[in-house]
């Protein structure tokens, strides 16, 4: 998929968003809809589901990549370890040392458009970021509010004495996830598509997340890596983690859009 920087510079008009009510439901999907309320609001927290799940389909006109919010937030945002949705919307506005200001939960999900997605953050009244406020908003029926719950966000690994090495992680890479995510991390592109959404997905290159990610910081992405990956069955050593968290920081992707080098470009 072109990005939507991409898009912009070969001057492509970029389509609207499929309207996911349009779309027939797959009989596992038919299932989950019965979970939600069975009215507008079940409607809205479906539509939130299927943005979560389906990314690139449903969230296109903000979305700028080839990845899903649930690539990352595993198991359609449910999975302790993987930044689990529910656990993370009691706990907002929180203080971002990213932006050293308070944040909405909604902002922060504006941020992962930014960056996760490379995209454009939704504005505030966006039916696209409504419906995620609405399916966040599902998940943490019944949590406490204020209250941090175990599994929220990637766990921090301890130091182990030795600098991340991404020279063992590239190493590492060959042996553990090139089957699945590529020799040059590009990814899976499900049966019969040529790109996104993704069987598995991209891990750099221009269809992958920004270096303004979260994702692009060693300790994050170490943590996630020792709860996630191999994908269900993780293995992975401590220090593995860490220098395959290396190795990856080191690949080519998309800048950090808030270097200013989108202005610059358009200013020129
Ligand atoms: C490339 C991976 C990636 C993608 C794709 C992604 N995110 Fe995230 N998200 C992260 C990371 C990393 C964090 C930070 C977790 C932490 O700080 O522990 C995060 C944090 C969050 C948080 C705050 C969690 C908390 O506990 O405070 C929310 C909410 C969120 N993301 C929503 C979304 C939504 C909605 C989408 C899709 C529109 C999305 N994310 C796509 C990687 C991703
Ligand atoms: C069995 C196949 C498989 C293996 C092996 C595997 N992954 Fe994944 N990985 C996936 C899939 C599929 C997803 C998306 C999960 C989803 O959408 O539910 C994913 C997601 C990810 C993500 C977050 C999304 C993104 O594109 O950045 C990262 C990072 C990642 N894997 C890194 C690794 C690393 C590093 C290894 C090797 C230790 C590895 N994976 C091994 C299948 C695999």
Redesign the pocket.
Known sequence: MVSIWGAAIAGLARPDNADPADAPLAASEAGLRGQFPPDKHGDLVYQGYRLFTATPVYGRRFSGNG??C???H??AGRKADAAPLGAAWGMYPAYSAKFDKVVSFAERVQQCFQFSLNGLPPPLDSRELNALLAYSQWLARGQPAGEAQPGRGFPTLARTGDDPNPWRGRA??AQ??A???GGQGQ?QPAAGAAGPPY?????WGWD??NKGAG?HRVDL?AG??KA?????RPD?SDQ?ALD?AAW?QLQERWPDPRKGWVDRWLAR
């Open positions: 990845l899903s649930a690539n990352c595993l198991d590492a890479y553990k996830c089957s699945c995510h990814g069987a598995v997905p991209p891990l992958s997340y994702l992405m996630f890596l996630n990956m191999p994908l269900g992975l593995q395959l990856i």
